[in-house]
């Protein structure tokens, strides 16, 4: 793949490799730098760093004291978390942990019953029922509900996604269980106004299979794998090196 050079600063190159990491760093802020203009930024943000870099150090800011201290604190805390994260990075879990884990807790690998629903809010039931006729008229469903509904979900065509029982209010979920796949109820009145509802799919509670479960199994067992060494290296760190409070 070309790392193609995307500016100089005097002969310095910035490379693609260096925009990409300094995009991955950003973490979840990231999104704000997405498309042709987030790129450009990521770019002239890696040339005033540059500049900055070469103005600092033609000035000597780097044998100023103040920044030695600040270097020396900064190495030792990078040191410090370099450390735990080659520590971490030593735990792994095997499949037949994983398996074993998953035999003896079966119990708990149980997928609830589920809808998918969609909905339309109105404000009175006059109007829900004005609704429901042009439904049964030919109305889509997803079309009304862009129409009529004052919910935000109107613009996915009232879709809710999917949800289990306990995430809606009770009015609405006693509806929404009790409905068959392709129904539409009529007004169904809660805090929030009249529902017209469509049940798009109903899952029953089941039992996960091993390879549903596996992914959420080896994470839960690195986890606490993970805490017990974190643990352990404390314990050794203090039976190593003295510690005096002095608070």
């Known amino acids: 793949m070309e790392n193609k050079v995307l500016a100089t600063v005097s002969g310095k190159e910035i490379r693609q490799s260096d925009v990409e990491a300094l995009y991955t760093n950003l973490g979840p802020n990231a999104v704000q730098y997405q498309g042709e203009a987030g790129y450009k930024q990521l770019v002239e943000q890696l040339v005033l760093e540059e500049m900055l870099y070469s103005d600092a150090k033609e000035n000597n800011l780097d044998s100023e004291k103040d920044y030695q201290t600040t270097l020396e604190q900064l190495k030792k805390s990078l040191l410090a978390q370099y450390s735990v994260s080659k520590l971490m990075s030593t735990i792994d879990v095997s499949e037949d942990e994983a398996q074993e884990y998953y035999n003896s807790n079966k119990d708990s690998f149980r997928s609830p019953e589920s809808v998918t629903a969609s909905h339309i809010l109105i404000d009175t039931l006059e109007k829900?029922?004005?609704i429901l006729k042009e439904i049964n008229d030919g109305l889509e469903f997803a079309d009304a509900a862009q129409k009529h509904s004052s919910c935000p979900s109107k613009n996915s065509g009232g879709n809710l996604g999917k949800f289990g029982k306990g995430q809606?209010?009770?009015?609405f979920e006693n509806a929404v269980f009790s409905m068959n796949v392709g129904d539409i109820s009529?007004?169904?009145?809660?805090?929030?106004?009249?529902?017209?509802?469509?049940?798009?799919?109903?899952?029953?509670?089941?039992d996960?299979?091993?390879?549903?479960a596996k992914k959420d199994i080896i994470n839960k067992i690195k986890y606490e794998k993970q805490s017990k060494a974190y643990t352990e290296k404390q314990d050794e760190l203090k039976e190593k090196y003295s510690v005096e409070h002095k608070y």
């Open 168 to 171: 809606m209010v009770p009015e």
């Open 128 to 130: 829900a029922e004005e």
């Open 208 to 212: 996960l299979t091993f390879e549903e």
């Open 186 to 206: 009529s007004p169904i009145k809660t805090q929030f106004g009249y529902h017209l509802i469509q049940l798009n799919e109903k899952s029953e509670s089941h």
